[in-house]
């Protein structure tokens, strides 16, 4: 028989352990709670011993209040999920709905395809876009190398050349005047 | 459930942008080797 509300024992009749609880928070409500119905004040005295059916409300109450605070506990839990999954905006696959996941799932496939396709087709034009200018540049060194030959040629032909004629400025100024023609 | 965020459509299509650009300049690059 237990004789005051200290006495009981932490444990549940099937061995489990409750949860974390200040006894003497309980206590004080517990007795305030028989103090206000007035049909089992004797828990008020520690040294009288308590009936069956004192016990019997006592259990039940401690059932009450471990089911209130797993409630609480639950709705916390929930809350603190709400709370950190909100500022990023972290969304759980398995908590969508199946049409979600499954519009989901065809927007990344869109995404990649049009990745895939759009970026294939870039890549191709950068690739002939690379190749036109590798081209132009064989293209302008050759240029460059036949202007430079042309220019040798001009040269030699400059220093060999035994073509001269009168220009047009020597008739007036009476003195024949000879020139190259470079062209 | 998820806000649509215009902000997160620019951001994709800026990334769509310089990861298109990134290939076509790597396709580029790979050419003229």
Do not use: C
């Amino acid at each position: 028989m237990v004789s005051s509300v200290n006495d009981y024992d932490d444990d549940f009749d099937d061995g489990t352990t409750p949860p974390r609880y200040s006894r003497s928070a309980m206590t004080l409500s517990i007795n305030r709670r028989v103090d206000e119905s007035g049909k089992t004040p004797v828990f008020d005295d520690p040294d009288s011993p308590a009936t069956q059916g004192q016990i019997a409300n006592f259990l039940r109450y401690v059932k009450k209040r471990l089911d209130d605070s797993d409630a609480g506990a639950k709705q916390q839990a929930e809350q603190f999920s709400q709370i950190m999954l909100s500022p990023t905006e972290i969304v759980d696959l398995r908590q969508l709905s199946g049409d979600t996941r499954r519009f989901k799932n065809w927007v990344l496939g869109g995404l990649l395809t049009f990745l895939l396709v759009v970026g294939g087709f870039l890549f191709s034009r950068g690739f002939g876009e690379g190749r036109d200018a590798n081209r132009i540049d064989v293209l302008e060194r050759s240029q460059r190398d036949l202007r430079d030959s042309i220019h040798g040629l001009e040269q030699l032909l400059y220093q060999r050349s035994e073509v001269r004629h009168v220009g047009p400025d020597s008739v007036s100024s009476g003195t024949p005047r000879v020139t190259h023609d470079q062209n | 459930m998820t806000k649509i965020d215009p902000w997160r459509f620019f951001i994709l299509g800026l990334v769509l942008f310089v990861v298109l650009w990134a290939l076509h300049a790597l396709g580029f690059a790979l050419a003229r080797l």
